[in-house]
Structures are given as structure tokens and as C-alpha cells.
């Protein structure tokens, strides 16, 4: 089993920068990647960005060049630093694992909300 936290939504203006963080707890060692997905009201939960164990990334178009997406493995948290912030980009964010190559888990989610 894992558990997944995550915390850092908030409100900000479009422009602005916020960063998530998510850390996992319990069987941390059977995560095979880690990222972050989103749902907007009426909108089907969409991928945002993961990362591998090695360190490969897969980034959603919309994403890319705005949003990173790093871990700290000590640590077992992965942070997804979000700049340029857009009206669209509000949703749930939802923390991401892949558990022993087949099982997702899914945090709680945290709202970003970003004003015009």
C-alpha cells in the first residue's frame, strides 16, 4: 500500500507560480513513477506529468515549457513547480503512483484555482 499527500494549491493570478508537493508514505519502494494528473469541473481527469524511476518525463503539451516536475527521493516527494499560470490550468491536481508496474494510487487532490 502507499499513501499519497499532497499540498500547495491555492488561488493566484494568471501569471503567478505555485508549487505542489506530494509525499508518499508506506511501501515507497514499489513505486515505479510518480507525477501528477488533473480534472476540471465538467472534464475528465487528464495527465499533467510523470516521472520514472529513471527519470524520464512525460509532459502533456500544455504543460510543457510552464511546469517541472522534480523529486526528492530521500524524501519521497515529488514537487511540480507550476509558472505562467493560465485561467485554464484550474482543476483538481491529483498526486500520481504507479505501484509494482501495474496499480495507480491517487492523493486526495488540491485545488489551484488561477483568477484573470
Known amino acids: 500500500q502507499v499513501q499519497l499527500v499532497e499540498s500547495g494549491g491555492g488561488l493566484v493570478q494568471a501569471g503567478g507560480s505555485l508549487r505542489l508537493s506530494c509525499t508518499a508514505s508506506?511501501?515507497?519502494?514499489?513505486?515505479?513513477?510518480v507525477g501528477w494528473y488533473r480534472q476540471a469541473p465538467g472534464n475528465e481527469r487528464e495527465l499533467v506529468v510523470t516521472?520514472?524511476?529513471?527519470?524520464?518525463?512525460n509532459y502533456a503539451d500544455s504543460a510543457k515549457g510552464r511546469f517541472t516536475i522534480s523529486r526528492d527521493n530521500p524524501k519521497n516527494t515529488v514537487y511540480l513547480q507550476m509558472n505562467n499560470l493560465k485561467p485554464e490550468d484550474t482543476a483538481v491536481y491529483y498526486c500520481?503512483?504507479?505501484?509494482?508496474?501495474?496499480?495507480?494510487?491517487w492523493g486526495q487532490g488540491t485545488q489551484v484555482t488561477v483568477s484573470s
Open positions: 500520481y503512483a504507479l505501484v509494482w508496474g501495474l496499480k495507480n494510487y
Open positions: 508506506g511501501s515507497t519502494f514499489s513505486i515505479n513513477a
Open positions: 516521472i520514472s524511476n529513471s527519470g524520464r518525463t
